[in-house]
């Protein structure tokens, strides 16, 4: 009797430590057992040291862990248990696989969310009024993003060294500048060229200068009233000087026309040549 009495309060004694102990981990996951928790899903395409247990924060506290992992043929979807229901996170939330430090360490998923801010009285997560438009409500599934490690960043370099073909991306980097430094050069000379085309057009370019001002003087002068009267006055004079002109050129073609007059000139003009041929011998 009295052994099995021993053996019964050692059965219980186990049985209370394995309790303990279980109730004891969970409380360190962030996860209590009680009806206030709720959860919802999380989906990554790639959740790279992610298990069962692993803590879940938001803003750097701990507030709940991943229960269960599923995995399907495009993502692995994890469901996160929160241990409040007053934790309520506006959407858009997305949940991060990072670790406690960039060099590797536990791994955890860190929930993010947008910093809108939400209505007081607003329902809470595990509420059937649940807004699902402003934020996330129990059951629903939100984006991953997976690990951003040492390792994984060291092999996306790897990886898009070997796509872009490395030597001969070296080599088309050599080329170019090459050509670069080939188009300095002409570059150099075409300035060089450039500089002793304006030194020699420089003169040139003063006696346009000096034409221009005497220009400007001339159109200057002329713009005075004065002299534009001057002007005036004698553009008439010549126009009736000309005018004249004409007159007596019409009065010369009569008299041409005239043969006894023009008769009577030539014999004149040949008495009197005759006349000075006796005068002066």
């Known amino acids: 009797m009295r052994r099995s009495l021993r053996d019964s309060i050692v059965g219980f004694s186990l049985l209370g430590g394995f309790l303990i102990f279980t109730f004891f981990s969970f409380w360190l996951r962030g996860v209590k057992l009680s009806k206030k928790n709720w959860h919802l899903f999380a989906e990554f395409n790639n959740a790279s040291g992610l298990s069962k247990k692993s803590p879940v924060t938001y803003r750097g506290i701990l507030v709940g862990s991943i229960e269960d992992i599923f995995f399907t043929n495009e993502s692995i979807k994890a469901k996160i248990v929160l241990n409040s229901p007053d934790i309520i996170l506006p959407r858009p939330t997305f949940a991060r696989v990072v670790t406690n430090s960039f060099l590797g360490g536990d791994v955890q998923v860190a929930l993010e969310t947008s910093e809108k801010s939400l ?13 699902t438009k402003l ?9 991953g993003k997976q690990l951003s490690s040492l390792s994984n960043i060291t092999n996306r370099i790897s990886q898009l060294l070997k796509e872009s073909n490395q030597e001969s991306l070296i080599e088309n980097i050599v080329k170019s500048i090459d050509q670069f430094d080939r188009t300095q050069a002409n ?18 370019i003063k006696e346009i200068t000096i034409a221009a001002n005497h220009l400007n003087n001339i159109l200057s002068t002329i ?11 004698t553009i008439n004079a010549a126009r009736s000087i000309s005018t004249k002109i004409n007159d007596m050129s019409d009065d010369f073609e009569k008299l041409t026309q005239d043969k006894e007059l023009t008769k009577s000139m030539r014999d004149l003009t040949i008495g009197l040549s005759k006349f000075l041929n006796e005068i002066y011998p």
């Open 119 to 131: 209505p007081k009285n607003i329902e809470k997560p595990t509420s059937e009024n649940c807004d």
């Open 135 to 143: 934020i996330i409500c129990q059951g629903a599934t939100i984006t």
């Open 187 to 204: 570059l150099d000379e075409l300035i060089y060229l450039s500089k002793k085309e304006i030194q020699r057009v420089e003169p040139l």
């Open 223 to 233: 713009d005075d009233e004065e002299t534009l009267n001057d002007i005036r006055l």
